[in-house]
């Protein structure tokens, strides 16, 4: 093998060798990249660390957001929520598609609207452009050549920076990127010339346009460190709410539209699924249920369709992800921080995806992966964990191997079986691929998902219990507290058997009444009451 020289530098101030007796002999090469790549972990600054850190990150944003169709579906279905919360109408959107793409596309062209959305900065803070701003992967090549004097912290930003350009050169993924862009911007460069015609300045109709549309240009300090570490997403949701709030009080009107709106299919789902819908409704999955924001009087995340495939399955279609903040005022107790709403819930980015599939934690279901743990050998429980990791980091874009919507469409096409969930067909998971969550349902197979789920809380608390037995029988705990745990853990048992049989019955324990008189809500401050 080859060997290589230890450097004889000596540590700065002194004249002693940095690598002591070490230097200036020769060592094989693999013993000399672990000596002088563990040196230089020592000497790197934090700030250089950061760096990576942040570039690593910006690259795994790209294929959460701008690499996944369904979320430029939810991005374009979110701007035109906006659009309406601030009374910006869409009659404007042609003529702003028509200025942005003539723009510059003959010789000597210019749109003056356009330079003047420039000039006042219009498009100066979009996701893209300062979320993803720290990507910069085109300057690096030979994706897997390491090198001697990189540490393995450098050769893995490195590697990944690399491999992740080959697939941003790519003509599919670099033209997401600009179409996530001009999205954004179609929608900005609407409401700059709306609130221009309406007599605003061009700084205030500029400023109304960032604001509205989701300002990423952000000062706070702690807001910064946290959306660049352990909340990647925090901005967009610090943004948001704001617009949300002041939506509610200078604008309420357009809340009781989407009220009336979710009232009205709540009643049609009555008239057209009778009890069969009311059960459907009560089975869903914890993700599907509830309302949208969790306020009641607003539409439900998932809407029965007034249609059934060739088998009479009802369809639901998932529209949570198309009004911008449905998740805002969700709490959900299974969270790791039970008291924080599900947008700010810590994720940790890239390096929550690698910790949570070494560990084999599934932070989506809040539960172990299934499988892990089971092995003893390290070789195989090592490969469950990359495997785990792969299916992480791998874009969710259709026809990709190892993506989840191809993996959807693979499993239509074979006709797979499952009886926790209906079959799809290939038009049906190539529209979930593209945004369009659409599904069969069936009392069936929502009930075997509901006992698993169901089965699995029960062992929890029966785990609960035997722990507690063994904390009084090695003095722990005296008697007095093992009735008080005992009798709690009894009580959770009986709750969730209630709430489980009660599925079966229609109830639903994410319903709230809402009087027939919708107005009365909003006018006389009738308090709404739970469904069961």
Request: proline letters at 5%.
């Amino acid at each position: 093998g080859k060997y290589r020289k230890i450097p004889e530098a000596t540590i700065r101030g002194t004249k002693a060798k940095k690598f002591g007796k070490l230097a200036g002999k020769y060592v094989p090469e693999v013993v000399y990249k672990d000596i002088v790549g563990g040196q230089r972990l020592q000497e790197k600054s934090s700030g250089a660390m950061w760096r990576n850190f942040r570039k690593l990150n910006s690259v795994w944003k790209s294929s959460k957001t701008a690499w996944n169709p369904t979320v430029h579906v939810n991005n374009v279905f979110g701007n035109i929520v906006l659009s309406d919360l601030a009374d910006v109408p869409l009659s404007g959107l042609p003529d702003a598609w028509k200025a942005l793409t003539t723009h510059g596309s003959k010789k000597g062209y210019r749109s003056d609207v356009v330079l003047s959305a420039i000039k006042y900065g219009v498009f100066d803070a979009d996701f893209v452009g300062k979320e993803l701003k720290n990507f910069r992967a085109s300057e690096l090549a030979n994706i897997y050549k390491s090198r001697v004097d990189f540490d393995e912290w450098n050769d893995a930003v490195s590697m990944s920076s690399k491999i992740y350009d080959k697939v941003r050169n790519n003509s599919i993924t670099s033209k997401l990127e600009d179409w996530y862009r001009i999205e954004d911007h179609v929608f900005r460069l609407n409401a700059f010339m709306h609130r221009i015609k309406m007599g605003d300045t061009y700084e205030d109709a500029a400023l109304f346009a960032r604001k509205q549309f989701i300002d990423y240009d952000i000062d706070a300090p702690v807001i910064n460190a946290m959306r660049h570490t352990v909340t990647p997403f925090l901005s967009f949701t610090y943004r948001l709410v704001p617009i949300l709030a002041e939506t509610a009080i200078l604008r309420p009107h357009k809340y009781f539209k989407y009220a009336a709106l979710g009232y009205g299919l709540s009643k049609l789902e009555e008239i057209y699924g009778g009890e069969e819908a009311k059960i459907e409704r009560a089975l869903l999955p914890d993700y599907e249920a509830g309302n949208i924001m969790d306020l009641p009087f607003m539409p439900k995340k998932t809407i029965r369709l007034p249609i059934k495939d060739s088998k009479g399955r009802p369809k639901y279609l998932n529209i949570s992800r198309f009004y911008p903040g449905g998740d805002v005022l969700s709490f959900d107790g299974q969270n790791p921080i039970p008291f924080l709403p599900e947008p700010i819930q810590p994720t940790g980015g890239i390096y929550g995806d690698i910790l949570f599939s070494m560990i084999g934690y599934d932070l989506f279901r809040g539960q172990k992966e299934m499988g892990r743990g089971l092995n003893r050998d390290p070789i195989v429980e090592t490969g469950l964990a990359l495997n785990s990791l792969g299916k992480k980091l791998i874009p969710n874009f259709p026809f990709v191997p190892g993506a989840y919507s191809t993996t959807k469409l693979n499993r239509a096409l074979k006709g797979d079986v499952s009886k926790y969930r209906e079959p799809q067909t290939e038009f049906e998971a190539l529209l979930n691929a593209f945004g369009i969550k659409v599904s069969n349902k069936s009392i069936a197979t929502l009930s075997a998902s509901r006992k698993a789920d169901f089965d699995r809380k029960i062992r929890v608390e029966k785990s609960k219990l035997k722990q507690l037995k063994n904390q009084l029988a090695n003095n722990q705990i005296n008697m007095a507290e093992y009735d008080r745990s005992l009798g709690k853990i009894y009580a959770n048992i009986e709750d969730l058997t209630k709430q489980f049989l009660g599925r079966y019955e229609g109830i639903d324990p994410y319903a709230i009444r809402i009087s027939d008189d919708i107005t009365s809500f909003f006018g006389s401050g009738v308090k709404a009451t739970g469904g069961q």
